[in-house]
């Protein structure tokens, strides 16, 4: 498996190496998040790499296509098999790249529904809107305990089957950028 290439979905001359990896989708800066230590637990594995969101706030108008855009130009070291939602903000974003990448999946670490509902957020209804969609096209919606611990064994398990977790040694490859034609 680790010598072999696909090509990206709807580019047939840009290679994707083929090393199988997880995304986390953070809801802000990794340092001082709710769930930072789950998070940072997932980041030891080689294959994992985080994606923290714009420090821009995107208007909602520009949203979808902003996610799109961005999903479209994201270089990765391998082959994303499994993105991990902290918070349904970034369902926009999880979204885009389940359409661009093939046998991608979705495991949500969905945060209260109550909580979020009081949070007080302009966007509500919105984020509401969102954690129902991830619930749906989850492949799993993993649980939180009280204590903000995550019950992740069903994830770890799959991320061993889509070899994310391997003892192989991952050696990364960025794909280059191809320069603009003029």
Do not use: C, N
């Amino acid at each position: 498996m680790g010598a072999s290439r696909m090509t990206r979905p709807g580019r047939g001359d840009e290679e994707l190496p083929d090393e199988p990896l997880g995304l986390l989708l953070l809801p802000g800066r990794l340092e001082g998040f709710e769930l930072e230590a789950h998070a940072r637990d997932l980041l030891s594995i080689p294959r994992v790499v985080a994606l923290e969101p714009s420090r821009v706030p995107t208007p909602k108008f520009m949203r979808d296509a902003a996610s799109l855009r961005q999903a479209r130009r994201l270089r990765f070291p391998g082959r994303p098999r499994a993105v991990v939602l902290y918070h349904p903000a970034q369902y926009p974003l999880a979204r885009a790249l389940l359409g661009h990448y093939e046998q991608l999946e979705l495991w949500y670490i969905a945060p209260d529904r109550e909580t979020l509902a009081a949070a007080g957020h302009a966007h509500t209804a919105d984020l509401l809107e969102f954690d129902d969609l991830a619930r749906v096209h989850a492949r799993q919606t993993v649980a939180v305990t009280e204590a903000a611990e995550v019950q992740d064994g069903p994830l770890r398990i799959r991320l061993r089957e889509l070899e994310v977790i391997s003892p192989r040694a991952f050696v990364p490859v960025v794909p280059s950028r191809r320069p603009r034609r003029r």
